[in-house]
């Protein structure tokens, strides 16, 4: 089945500085999603990037599809960036979804 | 604009005791829901999935049941809980096919 694999697994990072995060995935997808989660647990959707690039505010989303492979780029990190960061890829033609392992983000002020 | 609800927030269980965790979605009929689980410090896990009433299926087995007694409303339960059933539940509903929203969870201590 799918696999999902993001890295760095952890990424510490001073306030203003960029970050880039992998995700890398097993299968085709025709989906893909990216979340933040909140230390306390919660999940926001961040970005929805099936193919090509997409923005919004710092965020951007890369995909190459037939590589299996998306990017997560936050510029000018703030401190309110910090917890995990997640893609999830829902199998095609299912309703089955599979979760990457995370990136926990850390910014210092 | 769609909603949704977890309930409880946050439950402290005896293991063996029996446990009801419920998700309610306002604002879309006939939505795609589905369960997660999270053990601390550990990867979600997609649980169940239900694309109607009435009808739900199962993808990952921790002695858990789930049910869709209602259009709106998704429904997770066991008789006896386990100390691994410890964790982060999340509840979530997908519009055709594309992006998932996410409840705000439920976490469970299995003591």
């Known amino acids: 089945g799918q696999q999902v694999q993001q890295s760095p697994a952890s990424l510490v990072l001073q306030e203003g500085e960029n970050a880039e995060l992998q995700c890398n995935f097993s299968s085709t997808a025709t989906q893909l999603q990216w979340f933040y989660q909140s230390p306390g647990g919660s999940l926001v959707s961040l970005l929805s990037n099936p193919s090509g690039t997409k923005h919004t505010g710092r965020l951007t989303s890369t995909t190459v599809t037939k590589e299996r492979r998306s990017s997560l780029h936050i510029s000018s990190s703030q401190t309110t960036d910090s917890g995990t960061y997640l893609c999830?890829?829902?199998?095609?033609?299912?309703?089955?979804?599979?979760f990457g392992t995370g990136t926990r983000l850390q910014v210092l002020p | 604009a769609q909603t949704i609800h977890q309930w409880p927030v946050a439950e402290i269980k005896a293991v063996g005791s029996p446990l009801s965790l419920g998700c309610t979605i306002k604002g879309k009929s006939s939505p795609n829901l589905y369960w997660y689980w999270q053990a601390t410090g550990g990867t979600l896990q997609q649980l169940f999935y239900?694309?109607?009433?009435?009808?739900v299926e199962s993808v990952v087995q921790l002695n858990l049941s789930a049910s869709r007694p209602k259009d709106d409303q998704f429904i997770l339960s066991t008789e006896k809980l386990l100390l691994s059933h410890s964790g982060f539940y999340l509840c979530?509903?997908?519009?055709?096919?594309?992006?998932?929203?996410f409840g705000p969870g439920t976490r469970l201590t299995v003591l």
């Open positions: 999830a890829i829902p199998p095609s033609n299912t309703n089955k979804v599979v």
């Open positions: 979530a509903w997908r519009p055709g096919g594309r992006e998932q929203y």
């Open positions: 239900s694309i109607t009433v009435g009808q």
